[in-house]
């Protein structure tokens, strides 16, 4: 059974930047897709970054350019950078692995809670 911890959240103002990062235990995530994503109250849960086993990566245009994604394979362990945070960043963020057709496929961490005040 894989656990997924996130972490790096915390408050900071319009313009900052964090990283995250989500260590995974019990398993490799090695040759999985890893995705970040983000529930706002009230929203649904977004999916804000992608990278592929390989390494490729993909974003929405709502964070594209700001935020990255990269892979620690030696570390079993994903990380999130972001920059030129916004206050509609505000969420938690939470990572998994997704399989083919898009759907997460481990159970969710505990989330980290990211707030960027204007």
């Known amino acids: 059974q894989v656990q997924l911890v996130e972490s790096g959240g915390g408050l900071v103002q319009a313009g900052g930047s964090l990283r995250l990062s989500c260590a995974a235990s019990?398993?490799?995530?090695?040759?999985?897709?890893m995705g970040w994503y983000r529930q706002a109250p009230g929203k649904q849960r977004e999916l804000v970054a992608s990278?592929?086993?390989?390494?490729?990566?993909n974003y929405p245009d709502s964070v594209k350019g700001r935020f990255t994604i990269s892979r620690d394979n030696a570390k079993n362990t994903v990380y999130l950078q972001m920059n030129s945070l916004k206050p509609e960043d505000t969420a938690v963020y939470y990572c998994?692995?997704?399989?083919?057709?898009?759907?997460?496929?481990?159970?969710w961490g505990q989330g980290t809670q990211v707030t960027v005040s204007s």
């Open positions: 990278i592929s086993s390989g390494g490729s990566t």
């Open positions: 019990g398993s490799t995530v090695s040759s999985y897709p």
């Open positions: 998994n692995a997704f399989d083919m057709l898009g759907t997460p496929r481990l159970n």
